[in-house]
């Protein structure tokens, strides 16, 4: 069983930036695959972006086209931790931001939710314009 805890939300002005955290158990991190996803009020839970181990040292990410630039995702596998920044941020980001771990590392279908065997509770991030 994986627990997924989120920090870091809050509100923040149009163009200021925030680092989500998303800290996990389980003793294989480093070989899950991580993503952000975000749930707005009446609206589908999207994808914004996720990071996968690729062997060796090295990992892949990808980004949706509505944060591509502005977020950056990163992992601490030492510290079993996902983070998303977000730098200018926008009204239209405001929404309840959630981390999901696949521990099976399905990562030809890293942007849909249904690969995703694990949630954190979300964090509220408001953005003031």
């Known amino acids: 069983q994986v627990q997924l805890v989120e920090s870091g939300g809050g509100l923040v002005q149009a163009g200021g930036s925030l680092r989500l955290s998303c800290a996990a158990s389980?003793?294989?991190?480093?070989?899950?695959?991580m993503g952000w996803f975000r749930q707005a009020p009446g609206r589908e839970r999207e994808f914004l972006a996720a990071?996968?181990?690729?062997?060796?040292?090295?990992?892949?990410?990808d980004y949706a086209d509505s944060v591509k630039g502005r977020f950056t995702i990163s992992r601490d596998n030492a510290k079993s931790t996902v983070y998303l920044q977000m730098n200018s941020l926008k009204p239209e980001d405001t929404a309840v931001y959630y981390c999901?771990?696949?521990?099976?590392?399905?990562?030809?279908?890293?942007?849909?939710?249904?690969?995703?065997?694990?949630w954190g509770q979300g964090t509220q991030v408001t953005v003031s314009s």
């Open positions: 990071i996968w181990w690729s062997g060796g040292s090295t990992y892949y990410t």
């Open positions: 389980g003793r294989t991190f480093g070989r899950y695959t």
């Open positions: 999901a771990a696949d521990s099976r590392a399905r990562t030809q279908y890293v942007r849909y939710i249904w690969p995703y065997d694990y």
